[in-house]
């Protein structure tokens, strides 16, 4: 499977973006689907996740604030992001599997005070 991540951009503090990952497969075919980000001078972290069953898993950082959905249409997972801080401020990466064994590219967020 492969996987296409989007929807990074420039927002101020308190706005909202939404990533999207789509991938080449059937989502409902991946067992798991997460979030990941990457900050300046700190270490890969996790950020959410989303089996196919349907739990979801966030980091103690974005509980109330991000949201995930499917996007069946395109085939994708979707990352709702809101009331973002600066220190939401990473690259984003969304990848597959429990290793995680396939990654996507990242998408810049970057989030202004």
């Known amino acids: 499977v492969q996987l296409q991540a989007s929807g990074g951009g420039l927002v101020q503090a308190g706005g909202s973006l939404r990533l999207s990952c789509a991938a080449s497969?059937?989502?409902?075919?991946?067992?798991?689907m997460h979030w990941y980000r990457e900050a300046p001078g700190k270490q890969r972290e996790l950020v959410a996740s989303l089996t196919a069953g349907g739990n979801r898993r966030f980091a103690d950082s974005v509980k109330g604030r991000f949201a995930l959905s499917r996007d069946y249409a395109k085939n994708a997972l979707l990352l709702h992001m809101n009331i973002l801080n600066v220190e939401d401020t990473a690259v984003y990466y969304c990848?597959?599997?429990?290793?995680?064994?396939?990654w996507g590219r990242g998408t810049q967020v970057t989030v202004s005070s």
């Open positions: 990848a597959a599997g429990w290793g995680p064994d396939v």
């Open positions: 497969a059937n989502i409902f075919n991946i067992d798991v």
